[in-house]
């Protein structure tokens, strides 16, 4: 397409320079809007190919997070069926213990996966608010990130009435992250704290950890999907597709709530999420 109209203006503009005989600054100021306008159809045929193509991306990427949901859902509970009805021992149960833990991590990526499509294909993430305690919530998920890691011991600290209407899944997803994310750049696992408080229109969630700062460069993309400029940055691999933080912030918009960081060596990472008691 480029290259179509790089050879018509080309054309043009040997066509009109051998149509002349006596150069008259009509001509050139007639020239000059031509290439304005091709300039113009140029930019505007290239934005409008470049969203075809993302468009066409994002519809194969959520035809492929959904296909994948089923095949994913068949090895689940095959495993769990291994796990309840034969006696598995040894290195059987090991193996059926990884594959358990690979799936469900599995899932969480194509959920993950799913979610950014969403977005990007313009549709606000659903939310069906119930009534719920974030406390009882902050604790599940404490419990669950800390199922397969015998080093992690965050501390939950609770005040105030921290019960209001949310949707129970998205909040656990964004507890989930908000923890991991602590978790997997804090220096010490045992120094995350969260805590919770209980304002009268809102409740207050922070998570904190310890460890290297995130730069400050890295923080105003950090919610940003897609994006690992914070591994880059302290030197750690990347082992996620870097959803997370970006389904943390997709979640608290979708609460008409509010997200900040903030990072320093004194101080250590922290992360403040306030959400409405009704969304």
């Not at 002349?20 to 809007?33: A, G, S």
């Not at 990347?238 to 918009?253: A, D, P, R, Y």
Request: aromatic share 4%.
């Amino acid at each position: 397409m480029t290259s179509e109209f790089r050879h018509l203006r080309a054309c043009v503009i040997r066509l009109w320079v051998n149509s002349l005989h006596t150069p008259e600054l009509d001509y050139f100021q007639d020239m000059i809007r031509f290439n304005e306008a091709i300039d113009e159809a140029l930019a505007e045929s290239t934005a409008a190919y470049a969203e075809q193509v993302n468009h066409s991306r994002d519809i194969f990427l959520a035809i492929l997070g959904h296909d994948l949901r089923a095949p994913l859902q068949a090895v689940s509970m095959s495993t769990e069926l291994l796990l309840r009805r034969t006696s598995l021992e040894g290195d059987a149960l090991t193996c059926a213990q990884h594959i358990k833990r690979g799936t469900r991590h599995m899932a969480v990526m194509v959920s993950d996966l799913l979610e950014l499509v969403r977005s990007r294909l313009g549709k606000r993430l659903p939310v069906e608010p119930v009534p719920m305690d974030l406390a009882d919530a902050a604790r599940e998920a404490i419990a669950e990130a800390c199922a397969g890691n015998p080093e992690c011991d965050p501390t939950l600290e609770v005040t105030g009435d921290t019960r209001g209407f949310w949707d129970a899944g998205r909040l656990n997803q964004l507890l989930q992250n908000l923890i991991g994310n602590a978790l997997q750049h804090g220096s010490n696992k045992r120094d995350v704290t969260i805590t919770l408080s209980g304002e009268p229109d809102v409740v207050r969630l922070t998570v904190h950890n310890d460890g290297v700062p995130i730069p400050e460069e890295a923080i105003g993309t950090i919610f940003d999907p897609l994006v690992r400029s914070a591994d880059k940055a302290l030197g750690q691999p990347s082992t996620s597709l870097g959803l997370g933080l970006f389904i943390v912030k997709e979640v608290v918009t979708a609460h008409q709530g509010t997200i900040e960081v903030s990072s320093n060596e004194a101080d250590g990472t922290l992360f403040t999420v306030v959400l409405p008691r009704k969304a």
